[in-house]
């Protein structure tokens, strides 16, 4: 699947994001199957938080920010 399909998705933190450099493992499902994917965003996210993809890094990592946006 290219990486522009995952661009929006909105998905589960299964594993805490820690903020920053430091990535957490997110759930989305994609064509109907759930895809894991190492994620990463600028403040930390706690296990069960719902997230939106808003970029990728290649090799199955994305950047993600809280959803819905609260800002």
Do not use: S
Not at 31 to 60: F, K, S
């Amino acid at each position: 699947m290219p990486d522009h399909a995952l661009l929006g998705a909105v998905g589960t933190v299964v594993r805490p994001v820690r903020g920053g450099r430091l990535p957490g493992e997110v759930q989305v499902v994609l064509a109907g199957e759930p895809t894991m994917l190492l994620a990463y965003c600028d403040q930390a996210l706690a296990a069960g938080a719902r997230i939106q993809v808003t970029g990728t890094r290649g090799m199955r990592q994305v950047d993600v920010e809280p959803w819905p946006r609260t800002r």
